[in-house]
Structure formats: structure tokens, C-alpha cells
């Protein structure tokens, strides 16, 4: 764990209707995990509202919930990445309001290294499919397991972080919150998660 006594300064604030000047939309099929979906690219997101700012300020980034989808056809939706990276001794902070679940869809909250999958992943916040609860989860380089994995969660999905292992499955523990993913979340009000990247580890 990191000393408690860290302190940290703003760098930057991404919210408001300036919300989206500083991502970069990922413009493409999905090629990644090989879902059935497009993520466009930021004008096909602003025109077909599936990335905006509403009245109350809050950045809004969805699927398309209304076309008619043949089989065999993917969907459109957004990802989106930051255009600012940020090193060790960073810490990162989201509130969500709502999160989509249900069936076949993946939200996710995460972060990379440049030369992704070397150099691994942080997964804040991530809900698969049917799931009930938040997932959180690394993904490293061969040699790095999680040696006290009731820390965080005593809900352990995997302690093998590498991302060669489980392809790529990472070491994964499960909020055991009721209200951390799903309707019981939505109607909470939402969460906010921080990721402390720090030297001495990351919480």
C-alpha cells in the first residue's frame, strides 16, 4: 500500500462541456476483443449523440440503443482514450453516475502502458456480460502475482496478473458491494474510484 500521507496536485480536470476536448476517439471495428461493435470516431459520435455533454454538465457515452442491427452487423458505440498520459506517482480519479450492464456489454475504466499488452493494465472498474458486481483487475508482465489478494476483495476471481497466462485474464478480484455495478448502482447515484499509481504500488 502507499503511505497515506502522500499528497498529489490537480493536473488536469477532464469535465464540464469541455469534457471531451482532450480524448481521442478510437474510430474503428472493434479489433481488440472482438466484440460486435464500432467504436466511431468523434464526429459520427457527436451527430449520432452518443458522446455529449448534457444540461446537467455530465459527459454522456453510450451505445446506439435505437437502430435496428441485422445479424452478422456490429453496433456503434464509443471508447475513448485519454490524449495525456501519466507516470508513476499519479493518482487518477472517475465519478460515474451510470454504467451500462446486461447482456454482451463490457464498461470498463482502465489504463495502459504505451506498448500495450507489455508494460500492463489497470483495470479500476469493469463489468463483463451478466456480472453482478464491479471487477477490478492488473495486467502485467510475466512474474507478477498477487500475494495477499484479500486486501482489496475477498472475492478472488484470479491471482496470475500476467498477461500471458488465462489469455490474458489478469489477476482479478470482485467488489463485493451490491451497489457497485448494475441497477443497484445506477440507482445509488453512481461511485467514484481512485487509482494510486505510486512507487510503492498501486491501489
Known sequence: MASATATYSLV??????SFFNDWAFYGSFDNLTNGDAIFVNSSVATSSQLAYVNSAGNAIIKVDNTSTVLFNDKRNTVRIASNDRYSVGSVWVT???HVPYGCSVWPAWWSQAPAWPAGGEIDTFE???LVTNQQ???HTDPGCTQVSPVQTSTLINSTDCSYLTNSNQGCIV???APTSYG????????GVWITEFAETGIS
Open 183 to 190: 441497477a443497484d448502482f445506477a440507482s445509488a447515484g453512481g
Open 136 to 138: 477490478m483487475g492488473l
Open 174 to 176: 470482485t467488489n463485493p
Open 95 to 97: 465519478d460515474m453516475l
Open 12 to 17: 488536469n480536470s477532464y469535465q464540464g462541456s
Open 127 to 129: 463489468g463483463v456480460n
